[in-house]
Structure formats: C-alpha cells, structure tokens
Nanobody, 128 residues
Framework: VHLQESEGGSVQAGGSLRLSCVAS????????MGWFRQAPGKGLEWVSH????????YYADSVKGRATISQDNAKNTLYLQMNNLTHEDTGMYYC??????????????????????WGQGTQVTVSS
C-alpha cells in the first residue's frame, strides 16, 4: 500500500490549490479516504474525507465552503481542491486511507487512528 501526495507549493492568500494523492496497492473505491494537515507547532487536524464510492463527503468547519474533496477511481487518485486560501491553511498536508466495508458511509472518521495508511505529506504555504 502506498499513498503519494502531489507537490504542494506556495500560493498567495486568496488563491487556490489542488492537491492529489495517487494510491497504489489497493483501490480507493473500497476505502475511506481522508485529508489531514499539520500547521507549524500544532497538532494534526482533520480536513476532509470521502467514502469509497464517493457519495459521502465530510469537511472540517475550518475549510467548509472552500474545499472540495473528490476522487477519480479510474486513476485511483484522491483530490483536494482548496480555494480562497488563508495563512491558516499553511501546513503539511497528508492523505490517508482505511479499508471500509461495502456501502460504508465512513461517517465520523476524523481522527488519526481511524486511518491505517498514510502518505508522506506535502507542504502548502500561503503567503499574505
């Protein structure tokens, strides 16, 4: 099992960024897939997650309305589109995966321990 996030980057406040996470060794449509982030000096924060078929999506209040999680099952890739970025969005972003049973909504999977596999992370820096 391997998760590889795309290169993040530096953007100006108010800008947009799309992160991707390519999965290998498993198919994402049978997993709960999530995004977490860690700002400098702070703990790991759940950002968003999606269930296997992509029918259910969940967002942290801090990104709701500005973020869209999606997946392309044909490419076995998870995405996170972030708009209207602020300095508070700066941090290391990680994708995570956990096997789910068929039809699971993945409701409530907002903690580190809810996910078995993690990517290496990618840095996002938002400058004002």
């Amino acid at each position: 099992v391997h998760l590889q996030e795309s290169e993040g980057g530096s953007v100006q406040a108010g800008g947009s960024l799309r992160l991707s996470c390519v999965a290998s060794g498993f198919t994402i449509d049978t997993h709960c897939m999530g995004w977490f982030r860690q700002a400098p000096g702070k703990g790991l924060e759940w950002v968003s997650h999606i269930n296997g078929p992509g029918a259910y999506t969940y967002y942290a209040d801090s990104v709701k309305g500005r973020a869209t999680i999606s997946q392309d099952n044909a490419k076995n890739t998870l995405y996170l589109q972030m708009n209207n970025l602020t300095h508070e969005d700066t941090g290391m972003y990680y994708c995570a995966a956990d096997p789910s049973r068929l039809g699971a909504t993945c409701y409530g999977r907002t903690h580190r321990g809810d996910y078995h596999d993690w990517g290496q992370g990618t840095q996002v820096t938002v400058s004002s």
